[in-house]
Each structure stands twice: as C-alpha cells, then as structure tokens.
C-alpha cells in the first residue's frame, strides 16, 4: 500500500478548466481514423447541466486513449463505443461503454492492478503489459477520483471514471 501511495505521489497535475463535451470530442476527433480502420461506432452522450471542471488534460486523455484502446483492442469485431459525462453530486461522471466481448465478474478488480489480466477460454490473445488500467487508476485517484467497471462476459464493458467538481476540495492538488 505504502508503494501505490508513493506512486500517486510521484503524479504531478497540472491543472486546467476542461469542458467535458469538448474533451470527449476531442477524443472522438483524435481516434477517427483508428475507429474507421476497426470499423467502430462512436458517439458521445453529455448532460447540458455537465459542470466544467478542473484537472490535468494530458493525463485525463491518456486515461481515455487506453480505455479506447482496449475496447478496440479486445473485441474481435466491430463495436459501439459511447463516451458519456454527467454531473452527479460533487462530481462529473464520465463512461466509457462499450459492446464488446465483456469482463467476467471474478476480473473486475484483478483488471487494476499492476500486470492484471483477464484470462480465459473466451478472452481474446492481445499483446498487453497489463499496466494501462493501473496506470488508469493512478490518475484519477490522483485527482481525488475513483474508477471501476461494470461489465459481463458477453454483456460489453461500462468503465466510470468519477472526477470531483473542486479538487481542491479533495486535498488532490
């Protein structure tokens, strides 16, 4: 524990007000040409009343490209990926949902942590570090957030990523 503490630690933000429409279509913008090539269905779903919030961009959009990556990565076919956000208490909650082959239940903390892996008759064979969901983690916990997925094997993937309004309300500056 006192390690991943560390390794938070060693996370510098710099923050900067971000729109979440205009994140996530910024994102939509920069995987055009890879969801075209993997024949993926994108779209994007924000809230009008989605409060504008403070955080570090670049690493929030490495947190987004990597779960991207891995809903194109891990489906042997075409998808539809929906990339949502929505003001909850406090917070701005992002979604990253698609329809893909799913995470069975017994994986769905395993997945976060360092070299976690789905394993499995049904699991697709993809080259993996098994680091971009701890890496994932690491980032919004260092902006006082917290993720976790929601998913079933066969069921497609819902991956939260749940990000205070106000971080310095949190202590994660």
């Not at 040409?33 to 269905?41: D, G, I, Y």
Request: net charge negative; proline share 6%.
């Amino acid at each position: 524990m006192l390690k991943l503490l560390a390794s938070q630690a060693a996370i510098s933000l710099s923050y900067e007000q971000i729109a979440p429409a205009a994140l996530l279509s910024e994102m939509q913008h920069e995987w055009a040409h890879r969801f075209q090539q993997e024949k993926t269905r994108a779209v994007i779903h924000v809230d009008d009343d989605t409060p504008v919030f403070e955080a570090d961009k670049a690493l929030l959009k490495r947190v987004f490209s990597n779960l991207i990556q891995n809903a194109v990565t891990h489906s042997a076919s075409s998808i539809d990926l929906t990339l949502s956000a929505r003001k909850v208490p406090d917070a701005v909650l992002f979604t990253v949902t698609d329809n893909g082959p799913g995470i069975p239940p017994e994986y769905h903390e395993v997945i976060f942590r360092k070299f976690g892996q789905v394993a499995g008759p049904h699991a697709p064979r993809v080259r993996s570090s098994g680091l971009g969901l701890t890496f994932c983690k690491l980032v919004v916990e260092r902006h006082g957030g917290r993720i976790w997925v929601k998913s079933a094997e066969g069921s497609g993937s819902s991956f939260y990523i749940e990000l205070p309004s106000d971080p310095t309300a949190t202590g994660s500056d």
